[in-house]
């Protein structure tokens, strides 16, 4: 009984003085506070200034820690830093298992579990006996608004926290070890990928989600050796892009940015996009699929540009569709001849006032701006890079998009022709050789037929189909493919023919009417001269 006693009145004296703390405390609050309302409303704005100053500079004199902010976006927020990414990767792999809050996300197909530090969590890591801490954190704006777009000034960074006595260790080892670690990571764990742009990624830099591209791992199986195309110029290809990517030192002694174009024109289903791919893997790039008809300017192209990585193949597919660049100079053309007094088709200016409205709804891309960001000095960022340009209708681009220097190369992908079919017999078929062979060589002499459908009808599509049902197959398509094509030269021969006789028959009456009138004319002359002898 005395020691429950003694406990409670030890427990008494200990609640009162935390309760007598507790109203010192506040006290001291209350007058700190009238202090500070007094320091703002009476002391004039200088001396404010002044002792804030002073202030600042004795805490940085007592404070014993130096700090390093590391912001996502450098410059002007135009392009995400590398240190930034290399710093993420470095905490990424070497730090979660410290943090005590961290983001998971998969990695698509693949199933491990990647972790990363998510924002406000604070890190521990030693280098050469010294401690430093890493912090991540969001830069949130002040001013509040309901918007469906993130918020612009939205900015995240790395922050470093270290002991001011080691600064030099940290300024000049230990930042440019953390760099070299992250970007040795980033090439360990690098996995292509295929991005596009995404609509409406003007408006702050940002996209839905964040970030100008969304991305998937590229993972297309198309090589050059399964492409189906004459392997003397498939080899001519292979050993440009090769000579490309090791040229580096070569294009900084004549002055020219690490990149080169190319053109791939031909009808549809022709391997256009196959031979990206096949580029893709034999350099081991990123592809960039530029969607030009969801930029809104030509600020935002150059955006898009330069956030793209090195080593990376930017794809405008249907450039002559993408937007209508080609039709710029052919407008300027028509405005000319309209001014010359020509007359003008009502319906045909609904129509172009109709496509003009269109047009500008769909993007506001110039054919200058395009030039200026494939050619121009927003060209030249650091890093190889391949650009490629795809049409069906190579004769409706203007010549200034594809001349040398911008566009390189002009590859020309046709219709198949027996080297080509043989690639795609031994990748379909496994075989090298057959006695339909000779048959296939003369019909695809005489007859036009894509790879593609060439391809489709190679294809096995069941267990009971074999090498020789679909050589025979095959037979079967260029054949009424081959009676087809000349059905359709009949008519338009025939065409032609019922033209050309309209056209005679059409001369040979304004030749009777000529002659007719003129008749006439001689016959009312006379007579007006015998009038005139007669009076």
């Not at 600064?167 to 295929?194: C, F, M, P, S």
């Not at 199986?221 to 110029?233: N, Q, W, Y």
């Not at 496994?430 to 006695?435: A, M, P």
Request: glycine letters at 6%.
């Amino acid at each position: 009984m005395i020691s429950m006693a003694i406990m409670a009145t030890q427990t008494e004296k200990v609640v009162a003085s935390l309760v007598a703390m507790a109203t010192q405390t506040g006290k001291a609050v209350a007058g700190l506070t009238v202090v500070f309302a007094m320091f703002q409303n009476y002391f004039p704005c200088e001396l404010r200034v002044l002792i804030m100053e002073c202030y600042d500079k004795f805490v940085n004199f007592v404070y014993p820690y130096i700090q390093i902010t590391f912001p996502e976006f450098q410059g002007d927020g135009f392009r995400r830093s590398k240190a930034y990414s290399a710093i993420e990767r470095y905490l990424n792999t070497n730090s979660t298992k410290q943090a005590k809050r961290l983001q998971a996300y998969v990695v698509d197909d693949c199933d491990a579990v990647v972790l990363s530090v998510t924002n406000n969590e604070e890190v521990a890591d030693e280098f050469k006996g010294i401690k430093l801490w890493w912090t991540s954190a969001e830069h949130s704006p002040t001013k509040q608004s309901i918007s469906f777009w993130p918020r612009e000034d939205e900015k995240k960074y790395f922050r470093l926290t270290f002991y001011r006595k080691h600064r030099h260790l940290v300024t000049t080892e230990y930042i440019k070890h953390v760099l070299d670690q992250g970007k040795a990571i980033t090439v360990q764990e690098r996995r292509r990928k295929l991005c596009t742009n995404k609509a409406g990624s003007g408006g702050g830099g940002y996209g839905f989600g964040g970030g100008l591209w969304s991305q998937v791992v590229f993972e297309h199986p198309a090589t050059f050796p399964t492409l189906a195309m004459d392997p003397v110029r498939k080899q001519r290809i292979v050993n440009d892009l090769l000579y490309f990517s090791k040229s580096e030192e070569y294009y900084k002694k004549v002055g020219k940015a690490w990149k080169r174009g190319y053109l791939l024109y031909g009808p549809p289903g022709t391997g256009k996009s196959t031979m990206i791919a096949a580029m893709a893997n034999l350099l081991q790039y990123d592809v960039y699929d530029l969607e030009l008809t969801a930029v809104d300017n030509n600020t935002e192209l150059r955006k898009l540009l330069i956030n793209t990585t090195s080593k990376s193949i930017i794809v405008i597919e249907d450039i002559d569709c993408s937007i209508d660049v080609t039709a710029k100079r052919e407008d300027d053309d028509d405005d000319k001849e309209e001014d010359k007094g020509e007359a003008k088709d009502p319906v045909n200016e609904e129509n172009k006032k109709k496509k003009k409205k269109m047009e500008k709804k769909r993007s506001n891309v110039t054919l200058s701006g395009l030039l200026n960001t494939i050619d121009g000095l927003w060209s030249a960022c650091p890093g190889e890079r391949i650009i490629v340009f795809t049409t069906n209708h190579v004769e409706k681009l203007d010549k200034a998009l594809i001349r040398r220097g911008r566009m390189d190369e002009h590859i020309e992908l046709s219709y198949c022709g027996f080297e080509a079919f043989k690639i795609l017999a031994k990748n379909y078929l496994d075989i090298d050789s057959h006695e339909l062979f000779a048959k296939i060589r003369q019909l695809l002499k005489e007859t036009e037929m894509t790879p593609a459908d060439v391809a489709d009808k190679l294809m096995l599509k069941s267990d009971v189909e074999d090498a020789d049902t679909n050589l025979l197959r095959l037979i079967k398509a260029l054949e009424e493919a081959k009676e087809e094509a000349r059905r359709k030269a009949e008519e338009e021969d025939k065409n032609k023919a019922d033209k050309l006789a309209k056209q005679e028959e059409q001369e040979k009456k304004v030749a009777e009417e000529k002659a007719r009138n003129g008749s006439t004319g001689d016959q009312s002359l006379d007579n007006g001269v015998k009038e005139n002898g007669h009076n």
